[in-house]
């Protein structure tokens, strides 16, 4: 269907066209066909599923976009190690923000995992302007998504143009609230199995989903399992390899201007630098921002790309200072505590044990939360102004003065853990071993 409405697109010219989509969305005929192709999912994945299970060997996708929200390692490793599973990972596009940007992202993820050792595969050819047909190439039996929004990726690697194949969906950060976009999207109600960190995402989903929540499991968390099982974290992550400095991880969001605007970044770019040189000999501060953050102040009237860049540099040059944008496994677990106002890190970081300081820019942020949310917020430290956030690096840091220590540790326990003592890829891997196997 997408190829067809780009093939028409280029005979049409542009007013005629607009009218033509502003006529389909005014008819609803794209909502239509949405409720079509989501009432037609579950026969389609039915007939894919008795196919799988009559094969020796199953082909599994894993669709790779931005590095950072690759939550499927320790998934991906049983899966090699597994002799009916046949796992390849490809690099996908990212065409939000332009083909330089898509370029980027494209060859750091695929740099960085082919150092990691993974056989990872490019899906565009940067030569040829040729993308890669997986369905022929590899022809997989079930592909694993890591990001559910249209419009991100490209199209041929969109849940749409494989509604014959067995999908599934693991969340790309545990969600604290409860936004349609994180779970009621065609996405959400399209995927075969979507798998959902703790009851209480599974509950939302029941009365958010249009499918009720029909395609749910309820796994855990997948995201946690390498903070779970490393116990020899690299601590060479961080520049400075002076041991008598506390390490702390700032993490700002990218939503400035938009939502609700959560992001403390504007209001405190210069502090943060402020604060590495005053504590220069007591502590170091990676700063890892969302991945879009820089995108968007290169885009941005006041920033543009000359002062973002110098503004990044800064970070990569301070003797006690660095910027991260990569895999954070072990920069978590070898830190001392993270601030953040970002929601993906809310419970994530907290499987680490440390402190954890969430940045509160507008009042409005604190009367979004989902249930979820409002139990891992409620185990932060909580800052609103300069002084608050101060008193956090100084008193819960640098002087080890964590009250919230308990209260933090059984939220983890009750909440994030899973009761069986497998971790969130055992027990995918469990629920597929059963589907196709037994």
Not at 13 to 22: A, G, H, Q, T, V
Not at 243 to 260: D, R, V
Not at 292 to 298: A, P, Q, S
Request: proline fraction near 4%.
């Amino acid at each position: 269907m997408t190829e067809l409405k780009l093939a028409i697109k280029k005979y049409v010219p542009e007013k005629i066209w607009i009218s033509l989509i502003k006529i389909y969305n005014f008819m609803h005929f794209r909502a239509f066909y949405s409720s079509y192709l989501i009432s037609k999912a579950p026969e389609k994945h039915q007939k894919a599923l008795e196919i799988v299970r009559k094969k020796d060997k199953v082909k599994v996708a894993f669709f790779l976009i931005h590095e950072s929200v690759w939550k499927y390692d320790v998934l991906f490793d049983l899966m090699i190690k597994h002799p009916r599973f046949e796992p390849v990972l490809f690099v996908c596009p990212a065409v939000n923000f332009g083909m330089e940007n898509m370029l980027f992202e494209m060859n750091k993820s695929y740099d960085a995992f082919k150092k990691k050792g993974y056989d990872i595969i490019k899906t565009y050819d940067n030569e040829t302007g040729e993308y890669l047909d997986i369905k022929k190439t590899f022809s997989p039996d079930i592909v694993f998504f890591t990001n559910p929004y249209e419009g991100l990726q490209d199209y041929r690697y969109y849940i749409k143009h494989f509604s014959d194949t067995l999908t599934c969906y693991v969340p790309y950060a545990i969600m604290t609230t409860n936004y349609d976009a994180f779970y009621n999207l065609n996405f959400h109600n399209l995927v075969w199995r979507f798998f959902s960190e703790t009851p209480i995402h599974q509950k939302i989903a029941f009365q958010k989903q249009r499918n009720k929540g029909k395609n749910n499991i309820v796994t855990g968390y997948p995201g946690f399992d390498q903070l779970l099982t490393n116990k020899t974290p690299n601590n060479t992550v961080w520049k400075n390899k002076n041991a008598n400095l506390k390490k702390i991880i700032w993490a700002p969001h990218h939503s400035m201007n938009e939502l609700n605007k959560v992001s403390n970044f504007l209001e405190y770019f210069d502090v943060f630098l402020d604060l590495a040189i005053m504590y220069k000999d007591k502590l170091q501060i990676a700063f890892k921002p969302h991945p879009l953050l820089r995108v968007k102040l290169e885009n941005d009237l006041n920033w543009g790309k000359e002062k973002t860049d110098n503004y990044y540099n800064k970070w990569m040059n301070l003797e006690n200072g660095q910027f991260e944008n990569s895999d954070y496994a072990d920069l978590f677990l070898t830190s001392d505590a993270l601030i953040h106002d970002c929601g993906s890190f809310m419970a994530e970081y907290l499987i680490t044990g440390k402190p954890s300081l969430f940045m509160i820019r507008n009042e409005a942020v604190m009367k979004e939360w989902s249930e979820f949310g409002e139990k891992a917020v409620g185990v932060h430290y909580q800052s609103r102004n300069k002084e608050q956030l101060i008193h956090f690096i100084e008193n819960v840091v640098l002087n080890e003065n964590d009250p919230m220590q308990k209260k933090r540790n059984n939220f983890v326990e009750n909440n994030l853990l899973q009761k069986s003592n497998l971790t969130a890829s055992q027990n995918i891997m469990n629920y597929l071993e059963t589907q196709f196997f037994n």
